[in-house]
């Protein structure tokens, strides 16, 4: 059974500074997603991770992926408020549309 | 292009009723899912289709059932409502069922209340 784990499940952090969200997953998958979900709201997708060593940066936030260590980081650089939101990561387990395993979500709060 | 829409957006039912939600996208997508989200749970997997004329179970199919109705609707039925279903129900659909970059786009969620 595929299990994926976030860490931290909870951040509040200052605005400026750098922080990282890690997310592990238990069994071989080669395909690994971050979403956002800001209160209330649906799910936005953030970045597709698809290879070892894969890393997709889009403004303050950056993703890598590390297929061996099952492991990977969103990092946020120099955070500021818009940023805070619940991320998630999510893993498919197999080959063809069996749907996504997600993690429990890291609710970020950024504060002034 | 309205993406993936579902209704009702609000709904509130006693124990023992049923009730259809309602989900089509516009974007030509192949496979559908439905999840639902309880707090401190993530999302959890009930039901997919990965083409037109197919469902298959996924984490948590119990108390539900799911009917493709052609490529844009992916309807989710429960039929004898309980408490422990109460939940958001968020739809979502992608272009080949995760293949290369697919990803999965998802709708504004059904918040269910059993009382």
């Known amino acids: 059974e595929l299990k994926v784990e976030q860490n931290p499940l909870f951040l509040s952090m200052q605005e400026g500074k750098n922080y990282t969200i890690y997310c592990n997953y238990s069994t071989t998958s080669d395909r690994l997603y971050w979403y956002r979900q800001d209160p209330g709201k649906s799910l936005e997708s953030l970045f597709v991770?698809?290879?070892?060593?894969a890393v997709k940066q889009e403004g303050r936030l950056m993703a890598s992926l590390d297929t061996k260590a099952r492991l990977s980081t969103l990092h946020i650089t120099a955070a500021v408020h818009d940023l805070s939101a619940t991320y998630f990561c999510a893993v498919v387990s197999g080959g063809g549309a069996d749907g996504l395993t997600f993690g429990k979500g890291t609710h970020l709060i950024i504060q002034p | 292009n309205a993406g993936v829409t579902q209704t009702p957006k609000f709904q509130v039912l006693k124990t023992g009723q049923s009730m259809t939600l309602q989900c089509a996208q516009d974007?030509?997508?192949?496979?559908m899912y439905w999840y639902r989200q309880d707090p401190g749970m993530g999302l959890r997997l009930i039901y997919y289709s990965a083409s037109e004329g197919t469902t298959d179970k996924g984490e948590v199919p119990n108390g539900y059932n799911v009917s493709r109705l052609n490529k844009r609707e992916f309807s989710l039925r429960l039929e004898s409502a309980a408490p422990s279903q109460t939940s958001v129900y968020f739809c979502a659909s992608s272009l080949q069922g995760f293949s290369m970059s697919d990803t999965q786009y998802f709708g504004p969620g059904t918040r269910l209340t059993v009382l």
């Open positions: 991770l698809l290879s070892n060593g």
């Open positions: 974007m030509n997508h192949n496979s």
